[in-house]
């Protein structure tokens, strides 16, 4: 009796099992076929989408836009109004008064603040706010290019644009600051010829050559007198780096009883002659004075060595008829607006 009832609960659990294992694969087969419904329905939808978005798109062309500035001229009228103006958009400091060429123009902002930052690169604070600046400037100038680049029609051209493609040259004057996107001579070709041809981009490609091949007598004469002031703001590290190897060649291949007159010295490199006499004692040579009070420097020390802790803030001569020719020219470009 016991034994026949073990054979039948044997064989009943047999049985159960063998149907749990038909159920079991029956449910993963369903499961199967379910995911494999909703792929095709997701694929579908998605299929259903691109299509719809083709059928969109050819509907409706681009926007395309015409504002050829960077503020139009009835918003900028409304912020002068209500005295909404940041600080790089105000003319002269005033509050209430901005003009086409500044308003909303943050590249040129940044160009000053370049300028302004580079004397306290002594501050650990500073020289982190100059390096970030720095950045910023390299972004904007690189969005502006793309813009350029986008609404280009036939062979017009921007009435800044030159401007400000001459300002990613002279941020690149020495040849060991080559930007990731290539040389130099790589990125002038892929400019438009009247962009190469006019006058921003000519002075840049001078004062470009003269610096590379040395000829600081040109380099700076040439700055002095076809510079834009914000052209100068990016240069005057190049200026200062220049004035430097100037004095050096001086001090080194000089006659040892012959020194070399700081007035004259001061005129080649545009400074005043205090602050000649003040970047040689920073390079660690020492003048002399004659009777008559003639300041000289005596060649062939061996204390010469860069300046330490920074540029201090020279003169150059001429700059401030280069900050006077560009206030001029925002009033001037405010009352053709107004």
């Known amino acids: 009796m016991n034994t026949s009832r073990r054979k039948s609960r044997k064989s009943f659990s047999s049985s159960m099992g063998g149907r749990g294992h038909q159920s079991n694969a029956s449910e993963e087969a369903e499961s199967s076929k379910g995911v494999s419904i909703r792929g095709r329905i997701l694929e579908d939808e998605d299929r259903h989408q691109s299509i719809e978005s083709i059928h969109v798109s050819s509907t409706f062309p681009s926007i395309v836009g015409t504002c050829t500035l960077m503020c139009p001229a009835r918003e900028r009228v409304q912020r002068e109004r209500l005295r909404d103006l940041s600080v790089f958009e105000r003319l002269n400091g005033h509050l209430g008064k901005t003009s086409p060429s500044l308003a909303v123009k943050k590249v040129k902002f940044y160009i000053v603040s370049h300028h302004k930052l580079l004397w306290s690169n002594c501050n650990p604070n500073i020289s982190s706010m100059h390096y970030l600046n720095l950045e910023q400037l ?13 609404n280009r029609k036939s062979s017009s051209i921007s009435k800044n644009e030159a401007e400000f493609r ?4 002279l941020l690149h004057l ?38 590379r091949l040395g000829n600081y007598k040109c380099f700076f004469a040439t700055i002095a007198t076809e510079s834009s002031y914000l052209q100068y703001c990016l240069m005057e590290p ?25 007035a004259q010295l001061s005129k080649l490199l545009r400074m005043k ?31 010469f060595h860069p300046p330490k802790g920074g540029f201090q803030n020279y003169s150059f001569l001429g700059l401030e008829k280069l900050q006077r020719h560009t206030r001029d020219e925002d009033c001037i470009t405010t009352n053709q607006a107004s």
């Open 238 to 262: 190049y200026i200062n780096e220049l004035r430097i190897l100037v004095v050096s060649y001086i001090n080194y291949g000089g006659y040892a009883h012959s020194p070399y007159p700081l």
């Open 166 to 169: 001459s300002f990613y040259v």
């Open 273 to 303: 002659e205090s602050d000649m006499e003040s970047l040689c004692n920073a390079c660690g040579l020492e003048t002399s004075i004659d009777k008559v009070g003639n300041k000289f420097l005596p060649t062939k020390q061996a204390t």
């Open 174 to 211: 020495s040849s060991n600051s080559q930007s990731v996107g290539g040389s130099l001579s790589l990125w002038f070709q892929r400019l438009a010829s009247p962009i190469l041809k006019s006058k921003e981009m000519c002075f840049t490609r001078k004062v470009l050559r003269f610096f």
């Open 138 to 150: 390299r972004k904007s100038l690189s969005s502006l290019y793309d813009m350029y680049d986008a």
